[in-house]
């Protein structure tokens, strides 16, 4: 195993992985954390406000739609295609503070985001089970959250800066364009990672192979699954 391990290079280590999903959620989802958490640089919250709930009810249904994407698309697919949904929300949000955009656009854009939440948190979700061994489950989760979480902190700084100076109530639209440029960054990463039967364990397994399931298994599953009282 150790030797198959080296001949498979760095970039399929699956802890490398593991920092590499960290790195599109530090691009992503950390820098929607950090724009959601000044009302979308907006002095006026209300558009921000409505689009955060229409995301986060959207984001509800898609959870419950999203592993039938990511079982026929793939984790990688899916989560490409759930981050670049991300840019359209801040983009709505930069032609909204210029006057461009009216507050029913970026509710709009705030739904399609959350149906990329729901895609990109699904794929996370098997991504993350699948790298690590039973062992390092534990450091594996740590060190993604870790990477993770820093986005938010990076996006805070990055406001920071580029409004020190600025007198203007709401936040510059470089602002918004560096967060855009930051989460393609991030969609690119994904490009990155590797299929998972590839992916090599920190004890020199690979990753078994996950059986495709028949779309029909799947839905029929998803409703079985919202039927039961228990």
């Known amino acids: 195993p150790a030797e198959e391990a080296s001949t498979t290079g760095w970039l399929r280590s699956a802890r490398v992985q593991a920092v590499l999903l960290g790195l599109v ?7 929607w954390n950090s724009i959601t958490s000044m009302a979308g640089g907006l002095t006026d919250p209300t558009a921000a406000s409505a689009a955060t709930a229409a995301l986060y009810g959207t984001f509800g249904v898609t959870s419950m739609l999203s592993p039938l994407a990511t079982n026929v698309i793939g984790p990688r697919a899916t989560l490409f295609v759930g981050a670049l949904c991300y ?45 690590p061994t039973p062992q390092t489950k534990g450091s594996f989760v740590a060190t993604f959250w870790l990477v993770f979480q820093s986005g938010a902190v990076l ?15 709401d936040v510059s639209a470089g602002t918004y364009i560096a967060y855009m440029v930051v989460m393609l960054v991030g969609a690119a990463v994904v490009l990155l990672l590797q299929p998972l039967d590839r992916v090599v364990r920190p004890d020199g397994s690979r990753v078994p192979p996950t059986p495709p399931v028949p779309v029909y298994a799947e839905l029929r599953a998803m409703g079985a699954m919202c039927v039961d009282g228990r």
Not at 25 to 31: A, K, L, R, S
Not at 155 to 169: M, Q, V, W, Y
């Open 155 to 169: 996006g805070g700084f990055l406001s920071l800066g580029l409004n020190f100076d600025d007198k203007a109530p």
């Open 87 to 131: 840019i359209f929300y801040i983009f709505a949000l930069l032609l909204y503070s210029k006057g461009a955009a009216s507050a029913a656009v970026v509710v709009m854009c705030g739904v399609v985001n959350g149906v990329g939440a729901g895609l990109v948190w699904t794929a996370q979700g098997m991504l993350m089970l699948s790298y």
């Open 25 to 31: 959620f530090f691009c992503v989802p950390g820098m």
